[in-house]
């Protein structure tokens, strides 16, 4: 089945008081940015200021698949099995990077990872055709090949992954208080997922070493709510990483002095 991976569409960010930054550093990575007019921002009577651009929107259910066709096509293999220690892997694996994500709290014994919790709803509105969000980033409308998601929440340390009604109903009012369409909506669902939060990427590597073994591992995880935004790049350079392993792989160990 032919299936949309990600779509391009016109974005609105609106603010209630002037940001410090009018036009923000990555204007220029995006298509077309500009600033809202006064008669475009007539329509959010509680927001002063607003960003308009063109931006990209990848769909996981779709781009993850399609991205792991790539993987195989290039001749990776893809394992599915529970890790408890990463010296498991050894010796039948040369090279381990690390992507565990929330797993990486037990398997990394990492504490700075933390989830944080986020709620929306997916709902049925097709003539929603751009995003809107706020400059919180805590109340957006995300239209998608085939649902809109209206946003959301941000609740630091929160594990609970199931829906709640009263959130729910928060977000359907502050959603549709910048969209009153959205009053029209249909078909509601709950969703609620556990953003991997760090206080910044982890993106390094370090050698394992247990008496004569070594096994150096990439660490590459913590994106939090940026995975999709942030992929390519830190992929990219989690690949630099692997090839310095590679290296320090083909140097021999230093000599026992025994
Ligand atoms: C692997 O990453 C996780 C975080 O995803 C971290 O908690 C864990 O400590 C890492 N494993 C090792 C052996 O460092
Ligand atoms: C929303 O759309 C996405 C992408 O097409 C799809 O994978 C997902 O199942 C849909 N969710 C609901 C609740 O309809």
């Not at 949309?4 to 990575?29: G, H, N, R």
């Not at 921002?41 to 990848?58: D, I, M, N, S």
Request: charged fraction near 25%; include cysteine.
């Amino acid at each position: 089945m032919w299936q949309l991976e990600c779509l391009f569409l016109l974005l609105i960010q609106i603010f209630q008081s002037i940001p410090t930054e009018e036009v923000p550093y990555w204007a220029d990575v995006v298509l077309g940015f500009r600033k809202m007019t006064k008669d475009e921002l007539k329509k959010f009577p509680q927001h002063v200021f607003g960003h308009a651009f063109t931006t990209l929107k990848c769909e996981g259910p779709a781009y993850l698949p399609w991205l792991q066709k790539r993987v195989k096509g290039n001749g990776g293999l893809i394992l599915t099995r529970r890790i408890e220690d990463l010296w498991e892997l050894h010796p039948s694996f040369d090279i381990v990077v690390n992507c565990s994500g929330l797993g990486s709290r037990q398997l990394a014994g990492d504490s700075k990872i933390f989830p944080v919790r986020g709620q929306v709803l997916k709902v049925q509105a097709p003539w929603v055709k751009h995003f809107i969000r706020d400059s919180s980033g805590l109340t957006y409308i995300y239209p998608g090949v085939s649902n809109v998601t209206l946003g959301g929440t941000r609740q630091k340390g929160d594990w609970n992954l199931s829906p709640d009604a009263e959130i729910s109903k928060e977000i359907l009012s502050r959603c549709c208080a910048l969209e009153p369409s959205l009053r029209g909506a249909y078909d509601l669902r709950e969703k609620v997922g556990l953003r991997p939060t760090r206080p910044s990427v982890r993106l390094e590597k370090e050698l394992l070493a247990q008496d004569s073994r070594r096994l150096p591992v990439v660490h590459h995880y913590g994106h939090g709510s940026g995975g999709i935004a942030m992929h390519w790049g830190t992929a990219l350079e989690a690949t630099r990483l692997v090839n310095e392993c590679v290296q320090v792989l083909r140097t021999p160990a230093p000599k026992s002095k025994l």
